[in-house]
């Protein structure tokens, strides 16, 4: 069945508020076989309101709007939903005890204002509030199903967790989808794409998405079946299709996070690890430093900005600062080493690169890192390009060095 | 002008990623004084986009799309434009050789599946893209402007802002707004809002929101006017009066960042700075290098995450971690001392504190951080409690920290 959301409210429309609900209801609904199809964001106007929801019932079965069902003035929800499905507002005396025993439990009492929250549309049902005083509001009308919520989001999820999806899921028939994620790095998404797709034919029932970010490139794959097994069967088979054409590229999968699988490599191995970086001044150390736990293996590191301090703290010689300079595969071996003998760890990573958008020169131009990674076995550096603009080429490098280090861990070539 | 926003991509549509485009065109636009009406989402999926794009152009003079331009199969915004507006995708040859010449300043061969950016909708005028190969796309139809933008952050916010809104601003008329941005830390917003609404009563045409972060609380002013002179003297005099009352925690105006400020104080006053970093990992030194022209006053820094390191390169003493731990100001202090000394530097600062959401205790718990600052002057540190969210507890810890240093180059106690 087909979904839309719409979530309601000036703070949206005007960018001052991220919309979290609608990703959060998209998901859980995705999730639970649901084809969201849409959403949209209104602000606090009527009219607006009127014209997006009659829009939405003409194309989508299931409508769920959140916001705009507070006791203030500039909630108007229900005014809406009053017009567009023609009915009168009833009073409800039993959602009125209920909200007045909520403020008395709070040892305060209810503002007249919210007496407005025991109004609701003829015929809805309502969903009950467990942290707050609107319920939510369910309408169903020749095939259609309209569901407004309250926006808190805590109210918004615990009512759609309790109420709304399991009353959904009661009424699903048909086809049910089911959504994974293979994250890919270190190959740039249309390579990735031309991999793929010459050497695979899709079967029916299976859609690739490419999402592209400064970690990599995740793919999404998206399978609908009959049934849940079917489903389930077409995404696990096009799953195992693209791992063996890409299985190099492949560092996990859903939420799992590259700073985190290596962390965990490095934790099962009892090893520990340090950083030295130059450009990218601390971001290394930052996104290991992100996993919970990481403790347990990540030591520390040096943040070497300026050449003195590769020199003082580092060891790198004045040679090869001279000679080759601070950007050069030299360099970037010189700080790994350094830092692993100064920290005494198994493992050490190094940065160091013009990050821009001032300090290129034609030979050595913005974007372009060095990367070392020094061991007890052995000690190399490799040269990336990363582009020109400054946020993209450091966050490209910190992801680089996990995927050395990770390759390193697991001895692929 | 009346604006909608339509963002494309099926990881949207099943909640898979947070919506951050539209909130960022809405938050432009809304401050250049358009009136953003609707924004809506549809996943990849081709006759979702034409119906979307079709009710779009019906209600709203302003259009802009977002996603669905890469080079890949899932890209189908152009297919939908085509069918939209009936016209036919024509090549562009000058198109093909900027992004022949991208894929060559990276020292990759570009593959043949990027050529299909080089179509563009027949008679469409092009945004060029600095950061990727899918230019903007726009059309003028009947009274309408469409738009198509691609959907990675960092391109579509490059054409926007260099490109799309120059554009929307030429063609606009009627009353005018104008925006400013006053940016405040060290206070919470319901505090601030107290100060402020206690001490001001607003005059006609003004509005105030506060948009809090983990960098602060900014204040953003928006008055109105039949001119521009108007809008600007309103602007202006609430601008100086909110600056009355809380001057202290007013760090800068508009696009002015805390990092970049204590940076050009440092370097006006020819001064060097060094960190030491325990809980934070890196993030205090990447914040401060995420500046352009950074290594003119910071030197770098040592990520102490674990005490061995604490002891062995910053000298804090066993007798502190052992009697004071390692959250504590006296081990604070010592690592301010410890890389003030071993980096030569003018200021350091330090932070050490416990991040969560493991690792607390009844007496230090989740989000306690001490932060510490070092100067030939003196030794100071400063107890916060963050929360107990460990990317919040982190964020506010590196923008205390700035803080902190920003009141000491000031003087302001």
């Known amino acids: 069945m087909d979904v839309e959301i719409i979530t ?6 005007t960018g001052h508020t991220i919309d979290s609900n609608s990703t959060f209801i998209a998901q859980q609904l995705t999730d639970s076989g649901f084809n969201v199809k849409f959403t949209s964001s209104v ?25 705009g069902l507070g006791p203030t003035d500039d909630d108007l929800t229900k005014r809406a939903i009053v017009k567009v499905f023609k009915r009168n507002l009833v009073f409800h005396e039993d959602i009125l005890a209920q909200i007045k025993e909520r403020f008395q439990r709070r040892g305060v009492e209810m503002p ?15 969903f009950p509030n467990k942290y707050g005083s609107a319920v939510g509001i369910c309408i169903a009308e020749e095939g259609r199903i309209f569901i407004a919520l309250p926006g808190v989001p805590m109210e918004m999820k615990q009512i759609f967790s309790d109420e709304v999806l399991p009353y959904l899921k009661s009424l699903k028939t048909g086809s049910t989808l089911k959504v994974l994620k293979l994250r890919t790095t270190g190959i740039i998404e249309s390579k990735l794409a031309e991999m793929i797709t010459s050497n695979l034919k899709f079967e029916q029932g299976v859609r690739l998405a490419y999402l592209p970010s400064f970690s990599g490139v995740d793919l999404r794959v998206m399978a609908s079946g009959a049934t849940e097994i079917e489903a389930d069967t077409r995404a696990h088979t096009l799953e195992k299709q693209i791992e063996n054409i890409c299985f190099k590229y492949i ?26 970086e130059s450009c990218t001044g601390g971001q290394l150390g930052m996104t290991i430093t992100s996993v919970t736990g990481s403790s347990a293996y990540f030591k520390g590191g040096i943040v070497a900005y300026s050449n003195e301090i590769k020199n003082s703290q580092l060891g790198v010689s004045n040679e090869i600062l001279n000679a080759d300079g601070a950007v050069s595969d030299q360099c970037a071996i010189a700080m790994a080493e350094g830092v692993r003998k100064l920290f005494n760890s198994d493992y050490s990573l190094s940065i160091t690169g013009i990050a821009g958008p001032d300090g290129g020169t034609s030979e050595k131009p913005v974007g372009l890192v060095f990367i070392g990674l ?40």
């Not at 309601?8 to 429309?13: L, N, T, V, Y």
């Not at 007890?376 to 995927?403: M, W």
């Open 8 to 13: 309601i409210g000036d703070e949206i429309i």
């Open 251 to 276: 560092y996990g999968k859903n939420e799992e996070t590259l700073e985190g699988l290596v962390g965990q490599l490095l934790k099962d191995d009892g090893k520990w690890l340090s950083v030295a």
């Open 43 to 67: 602000g606090d106007n009527i009219e607006a309101m009127e014209e997006i929801s009659r829009v939405a019932l003409k194309r989508s079965h299931i409508v769920i709007t959140t916001g």
């Open 112 to 126: 007249a204002l919210n007496q407005n929250q025991a109004l609701l549309p003829q015929g809805a049902r309502f």
């Open 374 to 413: 020094a061991s007890s076995n052995r000690s190399i550096a490799h040269r990336f390009t990363f582009g020109t603009e400054r946020n993209a080429v450091r966050s490209r490098a910190v992801y680089s060095a996990l995927e050395l280090l990770r390759r390193e861990l697991l001895q692929i070539s």
